[in-house]
């Protein structure tokens, strides 16, 4: 199956809508509202919606102008009817494209149907290698000499989707998992912005599991 997206290449002065979906402290949710409100990123956050009441990112959304949304997930029977209002809340604002930064829950098919190679996620690790938690530690313990970020749109399975960008970053000799993850976030914070402007300007096509990077469209 072939998917393209090109919104960007009918307006190129149209911004994209982001739906955000947190479960802490949000700085790849500052580093993409940094990037929108420098004029480097075709996109605005709408809104941003974590499962957590104490999601530090809940506040830096705030103190942006964000609409804030806690949640909770405890107030639903499974996690296809969390998913469900997520949708509901996400479509009422016209959302373009749902980005997971630190959101620490399993998304269900009820999401990725209604947002089909539109949900797009962060992982500190180069994937296929080391998904789930503690990528870092995982890295370490193995011996792997080099680690990164890996942002990548999301599927059924665990950290499985189709790779748009990955970012390296040399493991050092000395390194402990709290300098290391600090490198990773450094790359993070440009990594992820530098994806959704690549979906912006329509220039992300899927071609099974993998996806290509077009050329700039002429302007």
């Known amino acids: 199956m072939l998917v393209r997206f090109r919104s960007g290449r009918v307006n190129m002065t149209k911004k ?10 949000g700085t790849n949710l500052q580093a993409i509202i940094d990037a929108s409100e420098a004029g480097s990123l075709d996109a605005v956050v709408k809104c941003v919606i974590s499962n957590k009441v104490s999601a530090f990112g809940l506040e830096r959304a705030r103190k ?5 949304i806690h949640l909770d997930h405890k107030q639903f029977e499974n996690r296809e009817a969390y998913d ?3 949708v509901e809340i ?3 604002r016209n959302i373009d494209l749902v980005i997971l930064a630190g959101f620490m829950r399993i998304v269900t098919p ?5 947002f089909k190679n539109r949900v797009m996620n962060i992982h500190p690790a180069l994937l296929p290698a080391f998904p789930g938690l503690d990528a870092q530690k995982q890295a370490l313990e193995y011996g792997a000499k080099v680690a990164g970020c ?3 749109f999301v599927d059924a399975g665990t950290d499985t989707g189709p790779i748009i960008l990955q970012k390296t970053v040399p493991i050092l000799e000395n390194d402990t998992e709290e300098t290391l993850s600090e490198r990773i976030h450094k790359e993070e914070h440009k990594s992820y ?5 690549l979906f912006a300007k329509g220039r992300l096509s899927v071609e099974g599991r993998r996806v290509r990077v077009l050329p700039e469209a002429d302007k």
């Open 110 to 114: 009820v999401l990725l149907e209604a």
């Open 193 to 197: 912005p530098e994806a959704i402007q």
């Open 64 to 68: 942006h102008g964000i609409e804030a």
């Open 150 to 152: 890996t942002i990548h």
């Open 84 to 86: 469900a209002k997520v």
């Open 90 to 92: 996400l479509k009422e």
């Open 16 to 25: 994209i809508n982001l739906g955000v979906l947190i479960s802490g402290n």
